[in-house]
């Protein structure tokens, strides 16, 4: 089965840019979304398309994806991004898989 | 507004059988796929399986086929997710999420329900 991998942590200080990474095979074939999940809430989308942002997402979130990696990064990071952040992707059309999440600490 | 409201948490003892709702509205819900994804406590986001409410058509990844039947009911725009004989290993939230289309082969979950928590003990 298809397998995406993301670091599991990453701390930032507030005003830097964090840079949370993905990677599977050929993941730059397939199209990847980001998530974000704060603590006690339900996932909301971040990114999808490897790099559009959703009305409503500030601009700050962007995304990238080649070869065997994608990449979300948050620039001017701020207290309230403090997250847990999974990339997901598609095995065929209708299999969908998740990273393993990687919680990202502002401090 | 695009809203998914699922029921609400459930306890159960090993071996009883439960079935969880999850009613789309503000879209057209039968022409959407609606995943379900579980979080065990602690952990990460797991794609189950999902449906497409127009014909039903369901499709599962295989650690879940077999363990669980994702269903739906179009006339009241709603999809279920059932256990026949639950355990402890059960116990989760459990969110759905529609599938939205974005052209070619471009999917996102952009709308997600609030959860339904699922503890399961004796």
Same mark, same amino acid.
């Given at each position: 089965s298809y397998e995406l991998t993301q670091p599991p942590s990453l701390?930032?200080?507030p005003g830097q840019t964090?840079?949370?990474t993905c990677s599977g095979h050929n993941l730059g074939d397939n199209y990847v979304c980001w998530y974000q999940q704060r603590p006690g809430q339900s996932p909301i989308l971040v990114i999808y398309q490897n790099n559009?942002?959703?009305?409503g997402i500030p601009e700050r979130f962007s995304g990238s994806s080649s070869g065997n990696t994608a990449t979300l990064t948050i620039s001017g990071t701020q207290a309230l991004d403090e997250s847990d952040y999974y990339c997901q992707a598609w095995d065929g059309l209708t299999s969908?898989?998740?990273?393993?999440?990687t919680k990202l600490t502002v401090l | 507004e695009v809203q998914l409201v699922q029921s609400g948490a459930e306890v159960k003892k090993p071996g009883e059988s439960?079935?969880? @709702?999850?009613k789309g509205s503000g879209y057209n819900v039968a022409d959407h796929w609606i995943a379900w994804v579980r979080q065990m406590p602690g952990k990460g986001l797991?794609?189950?399986?999902?449906i497409y409410p127009a014909d039903s058509?369901?499709?599962?990844?295989?650690s879940f086929q077999g363990q669980v039947t994702i269903s739906a009911?179009? @006339?009241?725009s709603t999809a279920y997710l059932q256990w026949s004989s639950l355990k402890a290993s059960d116990t989760a939230m459990y969110y759905c999420a529609r599938r939205g289309f974005y052209g070619g082969h471009s999917f996102a979950f952009d709308f997600w329900g609030q959860g339904t928590m699922v503890t399961v003990s004796s």
């Open positions: 701390s930032v200080s964090a840079t949370i559009r942002r959703p009305s969908g898989v998740f990273g393993g999440g | 439960l079935k969880i @709702s999850c797991e794609w189950m399986g999902m058509d369901t499709r599962y990844i295989p009911d179009r @006339s009241t």
